[in-house]
Nanobody, 121 residues
Framework: QVQLVESGGGLVQPGGSLRLSCAAS????????MGWYRQAPGKQRELVAV???????NYADSVKGRFTISRDNAKNTVYLQMNSLKPEDTAVYYC???????????????WGQGTQVTVSS
């Protein structure tokens, strides 16, 4: 079993910053890409940012220049630094990881439980 646990969400004023963290644990042999998605009320879940095991990154156009994704492979943790937050960034943010499990050698996508980010004055 693999678990992803997010932290760092909350309420912030427009223009403010938040840092999300997501730690993976369990029977992990290797983690490939890790990413952050978000889902606002009434909307589909969308990709925010993704980072490969080698450190290559990709961002949604709406967050380029404001958000930065990074990872610590030794800690199996991915981060999302969010600056210059806007009300339209309000959503539940989900962590995702492409994991090869130790023992079963199953490779699949795993999701965190989500963390709420609210940008409001």
């Amino acid at each position: 079993q693999v678990q992803l646990v997010e932290s760092g969400g909350g309420l912030v004023q427009p223009g403010g910053s938040l840092r999300l963290s997501c730690a993976a644990s369990g029977s992990i042999f290797s983690i490939y890409a890790m990413g952050w998605y978000r889902q606002a009320p009434g909307k589909q879940r969308e990709l925010v940012a993704v980072i490969t095991s080698g450190g290559s990154t990709n961002y949604a156009d709406s967050v380029k220049g404001r958000f930065t994704i990074s990872r610590d492979n030794a800690k199996n943790t991915v981060y999302l630094q969010m600056n210059s937050l806007k009300p339209e960034d309000t959503a539940v943010y989900y962590c995702n990881a492409d994991v090869l499990s130790r023992g079963t050698w199953y490779r699949g996508d795993y999701w965190g439980q989500g963390t709420q980010v609210t940008v409001s004055s």
